[in-house]
Nanobody, 118 residues
Framework: QVQLVESGGGLVQAGGSLRLSCAPS????????MGWYRQAPGKQRELVAT??????TNYVDSVKGRFTITRDAKNTVYLQMNSLKPEDTAVYYC?????????????WGQGTQVTVSS
């Protein structure tokens, strides 16, 4: 069983920065992919960024060049968010995706609110 504990959300003005952290507990496997998703009011949850154990990254187009995802030796995942825009306002969820015999299984954090004021 994996638990993901997020921190770092808050209120910031447009153009500002925030850093989110996600600390996992439990066994992390070499093929686990970790990442961040977000969900704005009235919208579907969307992928923001992912990172593999080997540090391969993937970003949604809207955050490329502004957000950076990193992962340390303890598998804590960080999302550095710069040049924030009001449209980045959402609840951000940490995610761990694991390949299992039946396919894929996802673990989720509790979510952290990011609010960007104009």
């Amino acid at each position: 069983q994996v638990q993901l504990v997020e921190s770092g959300g808050g209120l910031v003005q447009a153009g500002g920065s925030l850093r989110l952290s996600c600390a996992p507990s439990g066994s992390i496997f070499s093929n686990d992919v970790m990442g961040w998703y977000r969900q704005a009011p009235g919208k579907q949850r969307e992928l923001v960024a992912t990172i593999t154990r080997g540090a391969a990254t993937n970003y949604v187009d809207s955050v490329k060049g502004r957000f950076t995802i990193t992962r340390d030796a303890k598998n804590t995942v960080y999302l550095q968010m710069n040049s924030l825009k009001p449209e980045d306002t959402a609840v951000y969820y940490c995610n761990l995706e694991r390949i299992v015999l039946a396919g894929k299984y996802a673990y989720w954090g509790q979510g952290t609110q990011v609010t960007v004021s104009s």
